[in-house]
C-alpha cells in the first residue's frame, strides 16, 4: 500500500499531467518501466490490435466472446470517454481506484525521472493490473501505429490489423503503405497475424512484413460473411458452422465487418487451444458493450440523439452510411469538434450531406481545432453556429427541435465524452 497525499484523485491528476509530455514514440522508455516493475506484460498472454478504425469495436467484441466462454479477460483500450478507469477493465469491470492510487504511489519517483509519458503510464499500469489480477488473456488496443507504441512490449498470441486508411499521417507516413508499415510493426516473428479488409496496398505491406518475419497470415475476406435479411445481421461462413443470423450489438456495415473479424479471430484462438464454443461467439457479439459508437439514446417526446466518435473521414463516412441505412432519407442536426492534425474538410465533406443545422463547438482540450476554421468548411449549411460547450449546443438544438427530429453529436471522444459525463443532468 502507498501513502500517496491526495489518494486517488492526486494519482489521476498525476496521470493527466503526463500529457504534457505529448507523443513519445518508441520503446526504450516503457521497456525501463515495464523492467523496474517486474515486467508484468510476461505473465499473461494477450491479443493485439491495431488499425486506423475498428480497432477498439473489435477488441470490445472479442473479449466478449472471450468473457462469455469463461476465461477471465482483461482489456486495455483508449481514449476513455468519462471516467478514465474505462480504458482498463478485468471482466469487465473498471480498475480498482485503490490500485490506481497504490501503483502512482509507489512508481511515481522512476514515472518522474525517467519523463515517462501519459500513455507510456497508462499501458504499464493496465499490464500490472492484469497480471496482478491473474487474467487468463487481455485484449489489448495498440494507441498510435503500432511499430514504437508502448502496447507493443507485449508478445502476443495473436496480432490483429483491422484496417488501414488515413490518419495521423503527420506521424505515420503521408501513403497507405507507410502507414501499413507502421502498423505491421505490431506482428513478431512466428505469431499468427490476422488483417481484415483493406486496399491491396497495405494489404501487400503486411503481407510482406508477415513473410519476412515467418508470422502464419489470415485475412478476413468479403466472401466469409454476408448479409441476412435485416440491416447489420449476417451470416458468418468459415470455421464455424452455424453462425447464422448474427446480430452484433453495435450498428453500421462497419461493425459487421469487425464482428466478422473478431469470429475470425475466435478461429485463430481455437486453434491455439482456447475452447470457445458457437454459443460463445453468438452472446458474445450481441452483448459487447462499447459505447459511442452510433449510440442511440430515445427519451420521450425529445429528438432522437444519436452519439458517434468517428474523428477521422473513414469514421464519419461509416457514421453517415449507418444513418442513411436506418434513417433513409433524413438529415439530422449535427453537434460536430475535431481535434487538430485531422482531414477535417474530407470528414465535413462525408456528412454536409445529411446535415440539416450544424454547431461547431471548441473541445475542452488544448489539442482542439478552431471551431471557425470548422464552420468554414459547412459551405452548403444555411444555419451554421459555433459555440464553445457541446452541452450548451445540444440544449439549443433541443429547444428548437420537434420529437422526431434525430440530433447526431460527433467529430471527438472529447465530444461525445463531454455530453455523456453531462447526460443526467440534461435529459
Partial sequence: MSNLKGGYSAAIDFILRRELFGVKLGLDNISRLLNRID??????????????NGKGSSAAYIESILRQAGFKTGIFTSPHLVDYRERIRVNGRQIDKNYVTDFIGNYKG???????????????????YFADKKVDIAVVEVGLGGRLD???TLMPVLSIITDISFDHV??????????AYEKAGIIKPGVPALIGIMKPEPRHEIARVCRERKAPLTYLRP?????????????????????????????????????????????????????????????????????????????PG????????????????????????????????????????????????????????VEVVRLNTHRTADPTD??????????????????????????????????????????????????????
Avoid: M
Avoid at 39 to 52: K, M, Y
Avoid at 170 to 179: N, P, Q, S
Avoid at 386 to 398: A, M, T, W
Fill in 110 to 128: 522512476i514515472i518522474s525521472r525517467n519523463r515517462i509519458t501519459f500513455f507510456e503510464t497508462c499501458t504499464a499500469l493496465a499490464f500490472a
Fill in 223 to 299: 466472401a466469409d460473411f454476408a448479409s441476412n435479411g435485416r440491416p447489420f445481421r449476417f451470416d458468418y461462413i468459415g470455421e464455424s458452422p452455424g453462425l447464422n443470423k448474427i446480430e452484433p450489438s453495435l450498428p453500421g456495415h462497419h461493425q459487421t465487418k469487425n464482428a466478422a473479424l473478431a469470429i475470425k479471430a475466435i478461429e485463430l484462438l481455437r486453434r491455439d487451444g482456447f475452447r470457445i464454443g458457437r454459443g460463445h461467439i453468438r452472446n458474445g457479439l450481441r452483448q459487447a458493450e462499447w459505447p459511442g459508437r452510433f449510440q442511440t439514446i430515445k427519451v
Fill in 302 to 357: 425529445k429528438p432522437t440523439l444519436i452519439l458517434d466518435v468517428g474523428h477521422n473521414p473513414a469514421g464519419i463516412k461509416a457514421l453517415v452510411e449507418c444513418f442513411k441505412t436506418l434513417y433513409p432519407g433524413r438529415k439530422a442536426d449535427i453537434v460536430i469538434g475535431f481535434v487538430k492534425n485531422k482531414d477535417i474538410e474530407q470528414s465535413i465533406g462525408y456528412i454536409q450531406p445529411i446535415t440539416a443545422r
Fill in 39 to 52: 515486467n508484468p506484460q510476461n505473465r499473461f498472454q494477450s491479443v493485439l490490435i491495431a488499425g486506423t
Fill in 374 to 427: 470548422v464552420a468554414s468548411y459547412f459551405k452548403k449549411i444555411k444555419s451554421v453556429r459555433i459555440s464553445d460547450s457541446v452541452v450548451e449546443s445540444f440544449k439549443r438544438l433541443v429547444n428548437s427541435a420537434d420529437p422526431d427530429d434525430i440530433i447526431i453529436i460527433c467529430g471527438s471522444h472529447y465530444a461525445v465524452g463531454d455530453f455523456l459525463a453531462n447526460k443526467n443532468k440534461i435529459l
Fill in 150 to 152: 508502448a502496447t507493443n
Fill in 170 to 179: 503527420h506521424i505515420l507516413g503521408d501513403t497507405l503503405t507507410k502507414i
